[in-house]
Nanobody, 125 residues
Framework: QVQLVVSGGGLVEAGGSLRLSCAASEGTFSSYTMGWFRQAPGKEREFVAVISRSGGGTYYPDSVKGRFTISRDNAKNTVHLQMNSLKPEDTAVYYC??????????????????WGQGTQVTVSS
């Protein structure tokens, strides 16, 4: 079982940037598709970004496309989410997650097996 530790959240003004990191505890990190999700108060958990096991494939929803970038370093068991041009509507708790189903890029949180603890991102207007 992999443990995920998320860091990098905080308070930023609209238009600013933040970089989130997610560190995995085990060496089979490269076997997991990794995703980022967010959840605002009173809303369902929402897909933000996903990256394939090798890092060669990524996918984003229209709401963050062009502003957010997901990346991973399999040698360091980490995945990052670079968030630029942040908007107040990006305010949420952000989670990283690992999908153990080999080779698939999936956007529903129900498919993800392991979750980090979440980090608060607040964007002020």
């Amino acid at each position: 079982q992999v443990q995920l530790v998320v860091s990098g959240g905080g308070l930023v003004e609209a238009g600013g940037s933040l970089r989130l990191s997610c560190a995995a505890s085990e060496g089979t990190f490269s076997s997991y598709t990794m995703g980022w999700f967010r959840q605002a108060p009173g809303k369902e958990r929402e897909f933000v970004a996903v990256i394939s096991r090798s890092g060669g494939g990524t996918y984003y929803p229209d709401s963050v496309k062009g502003r957010f970038t997901i990346s991973r370093d399999n040698a360091k068991n980490t995945v990052h989410l670079q968030m630029n041009s942040l908007k107040p509507e990006d305010t949420a708790v952000y989670y990283c997650a690992a999908d153990a189903n080999r080779g698939l890029i999936r956007t529903s949180p129900t498919f993800y097996d392991y979750w980090g603890q979440g980090t608060q991102v607040t964007v002020s207007s």
